[in-house]
């Protein structure tokens, strides 16, 4: 059953941050708020993590998950950028953006998109994901939590908690959260896809 921590939008309490994080490093799969609903994470390099979102989401092998990151300095340690994708990707930064990228070796290999060697990688505007990743020191492993049959995040940390709590190790509410998924932008092969549209807007990146 999953532990809810119920911590304040401008200053989430540290105590509450902290003992998410340590369940976070113990192997557990917590569900967290962002700038574009509400995520799945868990410790990089977790496959069990990974394979119970795949369960929960009902997802295929073919799905990017993403790594959630505190800051844009972090992403080139995990993904390929060219001189033009890192100004396009910085500029964005933070947002409800999800990037496309190739992998580097530094990327966990249980996350990456088995034919493509792609991944995920985001840095959201929220201020309870980032105390939350700046409280563990390294980006989560994630996916947006939206269930099978909907197109929509869940938004709401009690809805979250009587839902999924019996499948979750932790439920993270601040009150605040986005209502839209992020834009998915895959810039994994040179030229500029955009997947999905949601909160973060398009026109930077469209021709």
Known sequence: MARYFDVHPDNPQPRALGQVAEIIRDGG???????????????LGNKDGLDRIRTLRHLSDKHHFTLCCSEFAQLGQYVQMDNDVFRAIKAATPGAYTF?????????KVMLQPKKRTVGVRV????????????????????TLILPGHEEPMTDGWTVNDDLGTQLDAVLDSGDCGLEPTTIVDLS?????????????PTPFEA
């Open 29 to 43: 799969l917590v569900a967290y708020p962002t700038d574009s609903g509400y995520a799945l994470g868990c410790r």
């Open 124 to 143: 959201p505007a929220h201020t309870t994901a980032l105390a939350l990743l700046n409280t563990l020191g390294e980006p989560l492993m994630s996916s």
């Open 100 to 108: 496309i990228l190739k992998a580097t070796r530094e990327a966990p």
């Open 189 to 201: 092969e040179g030229d500029v896809e955009i997947t999905r549209y949601g909160a973060g807007d």
